[in-house]
């Protein structure tokens, strides 16, 4: 089985701060490896993932993820986090094995200081 | 227009009553999926299709039904709603294990 935990439902950061959201997961098989944001009254939309390959994952807006495999982790990071980066992140993982589905991790909520 | 549409986007209804939300997507998707969010729960899966012919339980299908009209259409029934199911709910579709999903911009419940 899969599952993804996610350290800290509320980060705080001030503007032009490093953003760091944490995301473990847990896959018996490769795992593809999903962020994703949400704003207020608006559905899911994709920052970033990771399937194969480079393990540095640059995505939109700025926001980029290593997966690293010895630590289960895939960390989101921003050098400098922008007041328009205040909204709500999801983790998720998946994989080819099964007729899978997507695991979701239960959210961070980012929230920017002026 | 959106890639995923959901209808209604919101919905106020009583206990025991029956309610169907639709999804329609133009993505060309085989994988359809619908999830529940709940604050601090994150998304659960409720029910996926990865063909017409294919309807799968997710993690907490009790109280749903749903219904593979066509490629493009999925639609979620609770047959007697109860105010637990108090949600927000997500359509989404993806490509493959691999691919993101894409969202639909969600269905708000309310059992009063």
């Known amino acids: 089985a899969q599952s993804v935990t996610q350290l800290g439902s509320h980060v705080s950061v001030s503007e032009g701060a490093l953003v760091l959201l944490r995301c473990n997961y847990s896959?018996?098989?490769?795992?593809?490896l999903f962020w994703y944001v949400q704003y207020p009254n608006q559905g899911l939309q994709l920052l970033l993932k990771y399937t194969t390959g480079a393990t540095l994952v640059k995505g939109i807006n700025g926001f980029e993820a290593e997966f690293k495999k010895s630590e289960t982790s895939f960390h989101l990071t921003k050098p400098s986090a922008h007041m328009s980066d205040a909204a709500e992140y999801f983790c998720a993982v998946s994989s080819d094995s099964g007729t899978y589905k997507y695991i979701f991790g239960t959210g961070t909520r980012l929230k920017v200081l002026a | 227009d959106a890639d995923v549409t959901q209808t209604p986007r919101n919905r106020i209804t009583k206990t025991g009553k029956r309610i169907m939300l639709e999804c329609s997507q133009t993505?060309?998707?085989?994988?359809m999926y619908w999830y529940r969010q709940d604050p601090g729960l994150g998304l659960q899966l409720i029910y996926y299709?990865?063909?017409?012919?294919?309807?799968n339980k997710g993690e907490i299908s009790d109280g749903y039904s749903v219904s593979r009209q066509a490629q493009a259409k999925f639609s979620l029934s609770l047959e007697s709603a109860i105010p637990n199911q108090t949600a927000l709910y997500f359509c989404?579709?993806?490509?493959?294990?691999?691919?993101?999903?894409?969202f639909g911009e969600g269905s708000r419940l309310t059992v009063l």
């Open positions: 993505k060309g998707h085989d994988r």
């Open positions: 896959s018996s098989v490769p795992p593809y």
């Open positions: 989404a579709t993806s490509s493959g294990a691999s691919g993101e999903l894409f």
């Open positions: 299709s990865f063909d017409v012919k294919d309807i």
